[in-house]
């Protein structure tokens, strides 16, 4: 069999982990994706994939060897692209990834659009609450929030958000507004353990310096394990709970909640577009990252 056939379909079995899902994904019959990884494991004398009947992954030796054939079948699809040309319709398979909350309200709707204007593309969204490494998991495109470590990965900012702290109109007429951070002790807490923000809530002092001042560590009252019921339990009128601005700007504009402590809050933290390839970008991602570049800085909730 041809060596980059079977590379490709060692990729789809890694990434889908499981021969049903990667026949899905190439259009396949799952016995000849078997008789592929057979073949790519024969010939280089080494096993590739642990298989059991619940999951398969890549052994040591097939995590070395997936990192290897990703960046050869990227190298491929370069090379393929610079010789059909700039202007070359995008197509191929297209793996996203952004916080789920984000994902749901910003990024899907990039996605249906992407996907209506390039029939020949396919696209995979990973929406995690957490730091995904795009180059491991096999992710071409990720939206971020926050500062950027230092990395390769490029990067494009398109946009901020502020971290707010949020609460009914009812909550602050039975319980009143707080004016500084410290009298937050005395009013009722929701906290969210999905959120990436610290559990010690950080506040600027309110004398126009980007000086954060001691960390205030609160007791919630209410616990729970999505931004959405936290923003949920603060519109039912329980208490006061800390968010980023684009999570609840609905509720905002309609006056379901009030933002509390703003001359306290923090520097807003920024948005960005990454992605794991260099300046010869393939043509899906490029016109990925500028489809959703375009969507994202023209949406006023985001800067």
């Known amino acids: 069999m041809d060596r980059l056939h079977l590379m490709t379909v060692f990729v789809a079995v890694a990434e889908e982990q499981g021969f ?20 790519l494991e024969e010939r280089l004398a080494v096993k590739l994939l642990n298989r059991t009947t619940r999951f398969v992954r890549a052994t040591e030796a097939g995590l070395r060897y997936l990192e290897d054939a990703r960046k050869i079948l990227h190298d491929v699809d370069v090379a393929d692209e610079a010789a059909a040309g700039i202007n070359a319709e995008p197509q191929g ?25 390039f029939p020949k593309t396919q696209v995979n969204t990973v929406f995690l609450d957490r730091v995904v490494n795009l180059l491991e998991e096999g992710i071409d ?42 009298e937050l002790r005395k009013h009722d807490i929701i906290a969210s353990n999905s959120s990436s923000l610290v559990s010690n809530w950080q506040f600027r002092s309110n004398d126009n310096t980007k000086q954060l001042n001691q960390a205030v560590r609160l007791n919630a009252r209410l616990n729970v394990n999505s931004n959405l019921s936290a923003i949920e339990a603060a519109i039912q009128g329980f208490g006061i709970t800390r ?53 994202l800085r023209s949406n006023r909730s985001l800067n």
């Open 141 to 182: 495109v990720g939206v971020r929030i926050g500062e950027l470590p230092d990395s390769s990965m490029r990067a494009l900012k398109v946009g901020q958000v502020r971290t707010i702290l949020v609460a009914s109109p009812e909550y602050i007429n039975r319980k009143g507004i707080p004016n500084h951070p410290e």
């Open 93 to 117: 398979h297209l793996t996203v990834t952004a916080p789920v909350m984000f994902g749901q309200l910003h990024v899907i709707p990039g996605v249906v659009d992407y996907l209506n204007q």
């Open 243 to 295: 968010i980023l601005s684009y999570q609840a700007s609905k509720q905002l504009q309609s006056g379901q909640l009030k933002i509390l402590l703003e001359n306290f809050e923090p520097e807003p933290l920024p948005i960005n577009i990454v992605h794991r390839e260099g300046r010869l970008a393939t043509t899906k991602v490029r016109a990925f990252i500028d489809l959703m570049a375009d969507k």
């Open 20 to 39: 049903a899902a990667a026949a899905r994904r190439l259009a396949m019959s799952p016995p000849a994706v078997t008789r592929a990884i057979s073949a």
